[in-house]
């Protein structure tokens, strides 16, 4: 029968083992990391094979493909999703590893993605108002032909157009335009793409909207 002081050093060493455990897990992933940003394949494909989650994430919620997806390297998106990651997985702020490579312009892995299955549409942010935000026009051409929803909107009522119009992205409005886009949506703050365009001074833009009949 075991004492009581006995018991004691049996529970202190169970956790010290489990911190121990922990901390050799963050070392590994952090190692995973840092061959990401080095485009060291080798490296993260042996990782994953000595099973390291590729679902685990980072302080913000970031899987490893969501990182692998910002970095914009095709072949280490490749590399992760061999290991069958959840690939409409998000991060903290809601943010999938097809809005962040959207969001960077990186069109071949947004192609991966969606042959992957990752989604075109989602309630709140999505991929194309990512793309219209940094004027992602090749990004934004192959998602409206995924069948993006030209309309969809953030939880606050943003609009790709809305969004393309406040960042003086001309030629992202003419295209989502072209595809449809609503003139007349308004955010939660009441205001519609040609309010937020004239409030920054985008004045060709306003011009344009405003000649296509929009109203503020």
Known sequence: MQTKAQRSLRGVAALLLLVACAGASAGV???????IGLDDERTVANLLKRGVDADTVTPDGSTLLMVAAKSGKP????????????????????????????????LEVVQILLAQGAEVNQPGWTPLIYSAAQNRMDVARLL????????????????????AAREGNLSMVLLLMEHGADLGMKNEDGATALKLARDRGRKDIADLLSRAGARE
Do not use: W
Request: avoid cysteine; charged fraction near 15%.
């Open 29 to 35: 992933y952090e190692d995973m990391i840092q061959a």
């Open 144 to 163: 409206l032909k995924n069948g993006a929803q030209v309309n969809a909107h953030s939880g606050s009522g943003t609009t790709a157009l809305m969004m």
């Open 75 to 106: 072949s280490m998106v490749k590399t992760v999703l061999a290991a069958r990651p959840k690939v409409n997985a998000r991060n903290s702020l809601g943010e999938t590893a097809l809005m962040l490579a959207a969001f960077g312009g990186h």
